[in-house]
């Protein structure tokens, strides 16, 4: 079963379709507006996850801390980072599960001046029962110019 929702964020849209095994996940827990720290895997990188129960990639453990990004960042970070990949996890922390003294909103790393939003970064272990919904993402045809997207981006507050 797959089931489709459509989600239009600023100058951006991004689809979010739901299959197994994070449909079952996502039907069981309800989503959570507050929780506005998200996470984005590769499809490889979600199953080690499966298998070890802990979320890190390659990227988090060289910096030593778990990149993250805001509801307003996603469109960007997808753009920058994920390009190269058709299809994309998108985790929502539960933040009630997160040491709020680890999760600091900082400079972005690497920052080549181009973003200036605060991003959250944690630095503690991430589990996979600190994750309140699971979205794929599969990529959309339309690619928004990066100008246009840093302007969406850096005139929020986060």
Excluded: C
Excluded at 4 to 22: C, D, E
Excluded at 39 to 59: M, N, S, V
Excluded at 114 to 141: C, M, V
């Amino acid at each position: 079963m797959k089931n489709s929702l459509v989600l239009f964020t600023g100058f951006f849209t991004v689809f979010l379709v739901i299959t197994s095994p994070q449909e079952t996940i996502q039907s069981e827990k309800e989503f959570n507006m507050t929780n506005n720290v998200y996470k984005i895997l590769r499809e490889h990188e979600w199953d080690a996850a499966l298998q070890t129960g802990e979320i890190i990639t390659d990227l988090d453990n060289k910096d030593g801390f778990i990149h993250l990004s805001t509801a307003t960042q996603l469109a960007v970070t997808l753009s920058f980072f994920f390009q190269d990949s058709d299809v994309v996890l998108l985790l929502q922390l539960d933040l009630a599960k997160i040491d709020q003294s680890k999760l600091l909103f900082e400079e972005p790393y690497p920052n080549k001046g181009k973003r200036r939003s605060a991003f959250p970064h944690l630095y503690s272990g991430l589990s996979t029962d600190q994750i309140s919904n699971i979205w794929t993402l599969e990529k959309g045809s339309f690619k928004v110019p990066e100008v246009v997207l840093l302007q969406a981006e850096n005139s929020k507050e986060n």
